[in-house]
Each structure stands twice: as C-alpha cells, then as structure tokens.
C-alpha cells in the first residue's frame, strides 16, 4: 500500500479536460479536472487560463481568466467567454498555482499546460442563389433563391456559352466571414460521371463561378467578381468567326473538354463542412440542363463507372428454345378427296370387268401364287406389319448376311 | 538416451499427419492464419479480435512484419492457410516475403485481410493494387465526413467516421443486421471500375472526403463522396477471399467497446457495430460461411435412370444437381432459388433456374431443343458472398433416325393411294386374265 506523504518526493499534478471540444452556439462551459498522479483529490488550487490562442490569428483572445471551482464534481469550469471566442482551432495554456504557500513544495505541476481545442458553432448561411449568365454581357438569364435546408427541386438550363454562379454567405455565430475547409459543388451526370469543383471564398462573399466559355480574358475583365472567388476555365474549340484573344493559352484545359463533352442532365449538389462547423450541410440544390458541343474525334472518353454489383449477380432471363414450326402443309382433307379421285379409276376397273363378265376359273397357279405372295410382302413392308412371318423370316436371312 | 530419442521419433511419426492439416475440399474452413504485425503492442491493442479468432478454432501465429525469418511455404508446401497483414508502415517484409509471394499465396486459393492505416507504404498500396483497390495517393489524407462523423468530445476534427452504408448481403456480414455504426479511422481507397471481382462493403457517406485534415484545400479531392470505399472485399476466381480495409483501428480493442453516436442523429448506441462487423467479415474471409460445392450434374430421359450417351432431338428429360453449403463445421444442403442451368452450344438454346427440395437436390425438365450438335449442361453460378460455382458436362444431341419419322404423311394420301391401286389393279388383272375363261 503506497502511502505518498513523504516530503521527499513531490507529488505532481495532472490537468486534464474531459471534453476538449466546445460548443460556442450551445455556451457550454469548459471543465477542468486537477487530480494528483495517482488518483487521489488534488488541493485547493487556482487554476487559471493564462491564454487563448487561436490557430489562425496572433494574440490571444482570453487572458489570466481564473476558473471557478465546483465542489460537487470536482471540476473547475469556465463558463463565460469573451465576446471575440469565435469557432475555430485553440491552443489553450493552463496554469496552476497552489493556494496555500505550504503545499508548494508539496505538490509540483508544469509551468503551463497547453491543450488543444476546438470550438464549435452552428453556421449560417444565408443568401444562396443560383443564376446562369450569358457570358458576353453578364445579363442574367435565370436567377433563383436557395433554400439550403430543403432539397431543391431548382430546374436549369445552360450551353456551353453561358456561366453558372452560386453565392452565398457563411457567417459565424459572432458575426465573421466563415471559410470552411470543405466547400465543394458535385456536378453529377446521368451517366453517373461526377465533377467536383472548389468553392473558392475570399472577402464577404464565397462564390462559385463556372464559366463555359470561349474567352479567358473576356471573363477576367469582366468580373463584377473582382474581389469574389470564381473557377475560369476555357475551351480550346473555337467556331471560326470568334474573335482571338491577344493572350491564348493552347494548353488550358477547357471545362467542355473536363466534362468529356457529355450533354445532358447534371444534378448538383452543394456540400459545405468543417471541423468547427456544427450544422454541416449536404444539398441537392437541383438540375441542369447542360447543352455542350459535339465530342470532337480525340477528346478523351469519360472515365469507366463502376456497374452496380447487386446487377450484375443477379439470374439471368430464362430461355426456352423456341421450336421450329413445321411446314404448313395442305389440309387433310384435300388430301383425301384426292385419294378418292385416285381410288375411283380402280373401282370403274372392277365395275368394267364385272361389266364384261369375268368369271374366275381354276384357282391359283403357281404363278398367281407367286405374284400375289410378293404382292402381300410388298403391301405388309410398305404397312410396317413387323409381326408377319415372312418378313420375320427375310429380315433373318437379311441380317445373317 | 537412446530410448528417449527412439520414443521421441515415434510420437513424432504420428504428429506429422497432425501437423499437415491444413484447409481441404472437404473442410474449406482455413486453420492456420500467420498475422504480420509491425509493432507487437498490436497483440494488446488488438486482443478482443485475437481472441475472437482464437476461440473459433485459428492457429495464429504472431510475427513482425520485418522477421527475417518469415517465410510462407516450407518445400513447396504452404505452411499457413490465411494472412493478416497488420503493418501499415512496413516498407519491406522480412525473410523471403514479398509483394510477390503475397501474390502467390492468394493465388493458391489462400485468404488475405491486409489493413492500411494513415502511414500507408507503398508496399501495402502495391499489394492492395494487385486486388483492385486503389489508395489514395496523399500519404497525409484521411478520410473526412462532416456530416456523418461520430460525435465526440475529445476528436474535433471530424476524422472518426460513423459509417452505415454497409453491403447487402447475408453471405458476407451474416443475418443479424448491424444496427449500430461502424466506426472508422483512416484512409480512403477507390476501387478500380473494370475489376468486378472487387465490392465494396462499407461505403463511405456522400458528404465524405479525403484530404489532410489540417491544411486547406487548394484543389478538389481526388476521392469524395460514395465513391470513396472505407472496407472492401475481393473473391478471386479461384474463390481466395480478401478483406482490405483503410483503418486498421477499425479492428482495435477502443473501438470495438466505444459508444457511437453519429452526427445528426438522435440515437446513440453503447457499443459501435465494430465487433459485429469484423467478426462477420471474418467468418466470411476464411471460409466459415457463403463456401458452396456442387456435386456431378446429373441427367437422363424422362422415366429412365440410367445417363444416356447421347440424346435425340426433342427428348424430355430431366436435370439435376447437389449443392452444399458449408455451415463452418458440416456440408448443410444449400437453399436458394437462383440456381440455373444452360442447355449450351456456342450460346444456351434452354436457360432454366432450378427448383429445389429443400434438401440440397436442385432440379428441373425440358425439352431437348430440335438443333442437333455437341451441347453442354451449363451450371454457373455467382451469388454475391458465395463461392463461384462452374460445372459443366457435354452430351450430343442427334437428330431423327430415318424410321423415327412419321410413318404415312396425310399429305401424301394420293400417292401412297395411287401406289396401292395399281398394285391392287395389276394382281385383279393378272387373276382374271390369267383365270378367265
């Protein structure tokens, strides 16, 4: 049994925070637990946040804020934050002075205990459009308002000569301009082929900006969007009567050639995050209807999409052979008129030789016998009466051969 | 002395067949599993995994991944049934293992689960290729979801994925269904789209991506959304089984016991689906579940028992076929009511799924299509999770004989009509002109 009062030795003290993240929106205090090496309760302490220092920015936004200390659990908190505490990533330096002079030499803390943290915030957005532009002139060709929170059902439609563009504003629950790490927009093709592009923010505003369009310095001088972020990218097919720019860069990778030259319904998607943001979103704003040029013979292919495993095990579709129908042949009937036809010339002949009066004398010579008897074969082969003597006795004598 | 080494050679004669088992046709199940670990603390860190393991009959075998002595066959003869490759961070494998070897040793039908974690080398992106999963290239990427994360006190930065885009299949994450989700920690993969040997089992979310959390993005991701695969799995037409995974703390002891609760949702689970999960998927790798063998296909005329040499056109006859499913420890007759056979020349003439009786037997009936030819029964059967089953057995088909044809065509009345007349005539004739008086 370790019994640590030995003033030999000083005790040190470990500080350590339960949670080390925070919630701005929800003003959730910050705890603090002081507790010796070994577990045991630490002495009356004040402990103080000597500083707060946020990733981004130099200086720190809390200074020597000493910590309240609650007796039931323990815990030194802070619950009140001034108001620049803003979302983001914070190294906070803790230090802890023992209250009585005795117990200095007692116990032993570090000088200062740094601990990251992250504060958290709800986000808003505010102000979301979507519009697509003729390029030329920067005339609006369809504008509509986003609701971010609903799955959009926004219809549109655009040519490759024409821009897309997506403002909106995220502010931060103090009221700053907010950049989030992920800010992307997903155009999805029928096809299942996905293009991701960037949101870039800068100044108030974060904006989207797709242009599809012929003329790189046209849309440079042509930005309204001078301090707003925009993707420019151009192609390198060009009707005939366009006029050249002086600076034309053959090797720009057009964003026709990026979406592979596939025409046809794209849904987007608007997909913003971020470690610090509480209330990361994933929008199905809609469609667009992209109409772009012809694929020209050299352009690279659309990359393969994977099919859908549960398709391709499934039973295939039964077969069953379809038999050969046999030939149509005339009805039975005719064929038996037929007969009768045939048979009739036999019957005039006996009707004629009893007519003339035959009358049959001695009976069978051996020639008539002979004759008939070969007739009967003949008429039994011709019948299939395999059970006949006679063709027993031939088939016999033919297979010993 | 001497009769101890004598006693000692023959306790040792009746080990050897002992020390030869390993899995057989007969009992799929794999039995001695190497695991390669680059740092042995994995042992600790890992134990509930090991132990399950253990207690379901595995021989593990504990090595470090840079063991010079580590070798996977013994004159010619492997001496392990399944690997484990648990070191992220080994760029080269002690003794004669290689990316190579690997290699091999799944293509001798042996079972692989290889995990990568944020340090990913190119040894294991190079092995995870060659199944078709391809890593990401930013050795500092892990993968991100802000809208799917588990909500945490301690880890702000959204890299603890809560993930419930789990495969649909009983064969591979067993009946029960994973209620809780499955925590992750890692790298993302893709998998290559003209492999269809490869799935996906868990996906990531469509907000997902995969970027270095601590810097800005300065140009799109490469791997975003549900194209991103956290787990997949791969069955090679020799049916090996092998499990990749991008977070190797998927399989450790802290996130098998941690509760979850994923972002945006209100319910919050005590224990994650990790366990669940990994048990599943292992039953499944080393052949405890979804391994199907198929008997001789069987086939004879309609009231007969015997296997004809050859058929004729337009026979009924009768096909059928025995197939077992491997529960783990005994052939249980397979059920299921996809099985199909392929009457097949060139193309199948008759496709047809089976019936079964429930006991294992599955059967059908059909005519014998009027082609004649060298045909084949066809019976080739992929279910997603299960063993790839391809039997075939060649029967000619002939047609008519010349006395298998109708004997008097109706048609031919008149002819045959006209034949008898005149021999009906001739003999009337000759009698009365050869006895008229």
């Known amino acids: 049994m370790f019994v640590l009062y030995d003033f030999r030795f000083a005790v040190p003290l470990i500080l350590s925070l339960p949670s080390t993240v925070i919630s701005v929106t929800k003003k959730e205090p910050l705890k603090v637990k002081v507790i010796t090496v070994l577990g045991s309760k630490a002495p009356a302490l004040n402990v103080k946040l000597a500083q707060a220092l946020c990733s981004g920015s130099k200086g720190s936004v809390i200074n020597n804020q000493e910590l309240k200390f609650d007796a039931d659990s323990a815990t030194y908190f802070l619950d009140s934050f001034p108001k620049n505490f803003d979302v983001g990533k914070y190294t906070f330096v803790f230090e802890i002075l023992p209250d009585e002079l005795a117990h200095e030499k007692v116990y032993i803390t570090e000088a200062q205990t740094k601990v990251p943290i992250a504060a958290t915030g709800a986000i808003s957005i505010e102000n979301a459009e979507i519009s697509v532009l003729d390029s030329d002139v920067g005339s609006v060709e369809s504008q509509k308002k986003l609701d971010l929170t609903k799955d959009g059902a926004v219809s549109l439609s655009a040519n490759h000569l024409q821009k897309l563009r997506l403002p909106y504003q995220l502010t931060t629950p103090l009221g700053h301009v907010f950049k989030p790490h992920q800010a992307f927009i997903k155009l999805k093709h029928e096809s299942q082929v996905e293009h991701v592009f960037l949101v870039k923010a800068s100044g108030k505003k974060s904006e989207l900006v797709i242009v599809e369009f012929l003329n790189v310095l046209l849309s440079q001088e042509n930005s309204l969007l001078s301090n707003i972020g925009h993707i420019e990218l151009d192609l390198p097919e060009r009707p005939e009567k366009a006029p050249r720019p002086p600076l034309w860069k053959e090797d720009f990778l057009g964003l026709v050639e990026k979406l592979y030259y596939l025409s046809g319904k794209y849904e987007i998607q608007l997909i913003i995050g971020d470690a610090s943001m509480e209330n990361s979103l994933l929008s199905n704003i809609g469609h667009i209807e992209l109409d772009l040029p012809e694929r020209p013979e050299k352009a690279p292919r659309p990359p393969l999409q994977p099919t859908d495993p549960y398709s391709r095990y499934g039973p295939k579709a039964e077969i069953s052979h379809i038999f050969r129908v046999p030939e149509k042949l005339p009805a039975k009937q005719l064929s038996l008129v037929f007969l009768g036809l045939i048979v009739l010339p036999f019957i005039a002949f006996l009707i004629g030789l009893t007519r003339l009066g035959v009358n049959i004398k001695s009976f069978p010579s051996l020639v008539g016998a002979a004759t008939s008897a070969v007739l009967l074969l003949y008429v039994l082969f011709l019948v299939e009466g395999k059970l006949s003597i006679p063709f027993l006795i031939l088939r016999s004598l033919h297979q010993k051969i | ?437």
């Not at chain 2, 787990?231 to 092998?242: E, G, K, L, T």
Request: aromatic letters at 12%; proline letters at 4%.
């Open chain 2, 1 to 437: 002395m001497m009769n101890l080494s004598r006693s000692v050679a023959l306790i040792s004669l009746f080990l050897l067949p002992l020390l030869s088992l390993s899995f057989s046709v007969d009992n799929p199940t794999d039995r001695r599993v190497l695991v390669l670990l680059d740092d042995l603390s994995l042992k600790s860190s890992h134990s509930i995994f090991f132990s399950t393991l253990k207690s379901r009959g595995f021989d593990l075998d504990f090595k470090l991944a840079e063991d010079s002595k580590l070798a996977l066959q013994r004159y010619g003869q492997y001496l392990y049934d399944g690997l484990i490759i648990f070191a992220p961070s080994t760029e080269r494998f002690g003794g004669s293992l290689d990316s190579k070897a690997i290699a091999d040793f799944v293509d001798s039908g042996r079972d692989l689960i290889l995990s990568a974690d944020t340090s990913a080398s190119d040894l294991i992106r190079g092995i995870a290729l060659e199944c078709g999963v391809d890593f990401d290239e930013d050795s500092s990427a892990m993968v991100i979801d802000h809208s799917s994360f588990s909500v945490s006190d301690v880890d702000g930065d959204h890299t603890l994925i809560a993930a419930d885009d789990l495969v649909k299949s009983h064969a591979i994450l067993g009946k029960t269904k994973i209620e809780a989700p499955v925590l992750f920690r890692g790298v993302a993969h893709s998998l290559n789209p003209t492999n269809n040997l490869v799935l996906k089992v868990l996906s990531a979310s469509p907000s997902a991506y995969s970027a270095n959390p601590s810097s800005k993005l300065s140009s799109p991701p490469q791997l975003t959304g549900s194209a991103i695969s956290l787990v997949s799995v791969m069955q090679a037409r020799n049916n090996a089984r092998v499990v990749i995974s991008g977070s190797l703390q998927l399989f450790s002891d802290k996130l098998f016991r941690s509760g979850v609760q994923k972002a945006g949702s209100p319910n919050k689970y005590e224990k994650s689906g990790n366990e669940q999960f990994v048990t599943e998927l292992s039953k499944w790798v080393f052949h405890e579940r979804g391994h199907l063998k198929a008997g001789s296909l069987v086939h004879h005329r309609v009231g007969e028992t015997d296997e004809p040499a050859i058929y004729r056109i337009k026979d009924d006859l009768e096909f059928s076929v025995e197939i077992l499913e491997w529960s783990g420890k005994s052939w249980e007759p397979y059920v299921a009511d996809d099985v199909q056979v392929q009457f097949y020349m060139m193309s199948p003439y008759v496709l047809k799924t089976l019936s079964t009786d429930k006991k294992g037997l599955f059967h059908t009936s059909f005519k014998v299509p009027d082609v004649y030819g060298v045909f084949q029964f066809k019976v080739e059967y992929e279910k997603l999770g299960y063993t790839t089953l391809s039997l075939s057995k060649q029967i000619p088909v002939r047609p008519y004989r010349h006395n298998e044809y109708e004997r008097f065509i109706p048609t031919a009345y008149p002819y045959y009509g006209a034949c008898f007349t005149t021999m009906a005539g001739f003999f009337v004739f000759s009698f009365v002109y050869l006895y008229h008086k």
